[in-house]
């Protein structure tokens, strides 16, 4: 499975991702709102990479795609894909020297269109730490409405946090047209 868009690849992971994905993935700063800890290992990642190099991107689970820019790798996107297979949960990482340059944007913009248009989903999902404005702005910013805040929710890293859930319809994506895109 291979997604491309003018300036990025997004496609399967590859064992050789493995280095570049455990260095941002231990970045305190990519860490922060995640459910990991930084430092990531190595071997975490390789053991990541194995998983998600073998999921099946049609079946139900987690699928992540490995997002490519210049022949480098500077983030990820995940896609949850739920048991019926008319909605799924999204997520996106970025490594912090690729932040900025608006990939983030058109890596999870280039997925909601595969999901809408080519899988024909009905909604998509995503969370965030209610502290992640950046996160918060880019799902607005592609058509996601907030549809929730739910106060002190999350045992994360030591501390309660505040989550904010955002949704968009496929008819709600198809209605924008080329605005968003």
Not at 4 to 16: D, H
Not at 40 to 68: H, I, M, N
Not at 134 to 146: H, I, N
Request: charged share 25%; net charge negative.
């Amino acid at each position: 499975m291979r997604l491309t868009t003018e300036r990025l690849l997004l496609r399967p992971f590859t064992a050789a991702d493995a280095p570049a994905f455990a260095e941002y993935r231990s970045d305190p700063e990519v860490a922060r709102y995640q459910g990991w800890e930084a430092p990531f290992s190595l071997a975490q990642a390789e053991e990541f990479v194995r998983d998600v190099a073998a999921a099946d991107p049609t079946a139900p689970g987690w699928y992540q795609f490995a997002v490519e820019a210049d022949g480098v790798l500077v983030g990820d996107v995940g896609v949850g894909l739920h048991e019926n297979r008319m909605q799924a949960d999204i997520g996106y990482t970025l490594a912090t020297a690729h932040q900025g340059r608006g990939y983030a944007t058109e890596a999870v913009r280039r997925v909601l269109a595969y999901l809408f248009e080519v899988r024909g989903l009905h909604r998509l999902s995503a969370e965030c730490d209610a502290r992640n404005i950046r996160s918060a702005r880019l799902l607005t910013r592609l058509g996601f409405r907030q549809e929730g805040h739910r106060v002190s929710s999350t045992w994360l890293k030591g501390e309660w946090t505040d989550d904010l859930l955002f949704g968009l319809l496929a008819v709600e994506w198809r209605a924008a047209g080329d605005s968003r895109r």
